[in-house]
């Protein structure tokens, strides 16, 4: 049985930083792509970042280059989300995904695989 745990979402002043990891297990975490997304109340989900299985090549979306990164940790078959200089528009439900299927980084429909999500909020 697949599990994609999402944790480390919390309240943060904008500005601020905060991490959000998701630990997998029952899959062969160092074959599949993985990736962030998020969901904004009233909104659709919206890809963040991505990373590939060896993370030697990594994806954003451009409202959060240069203040997010994401990285993996296959040993411990965790994916992170580095999150500095928040904004209040950064305020979402957090997933992380694995990618079993073949497509865009960016597209739902790449990811069979999702988390239960965490919830990130930044304060004006």
């Known amino acids: 049985q697949v599990q994609l745990v999402e944790s480390g979402g919390g309240l943060v002043q904008a500005g601020g930083s905060l991490r959000v990891s998701c630990a997998a297990s029952g899959l062969t975490f160092v074959t599949y792509a993985m990736g962030w997304f998020r969901q904004a109340p009233g909104k659709a989900r919206e890809f963040v970042a991505a990373i590939t299985w060896s993370g030697g090549s990594t994806y954003y979306t451009d409202s959060v280059k240069g203040r997010f990164t994401i990285s993996r940790d296959n040993a411990k078959n965790t994916v992170y989300l580095q999150m500095n200089s928040l904004k209040p528009e950064d305020t979402a439900v957090y997933y992380c995904?694995?990618?079993?299927?073949?497509?865009?980084?960016?597209?739902?429909?790449?990811?069979?695989?999702w988390g239960q999500g965490t919830q990130v909020t930044v304060s004006s």
């Open positions: 995904a694995a990618r079993g299927n073949r497509g865009d980084y960016e597209r739902e429909t790449s990811y069979n695989y």
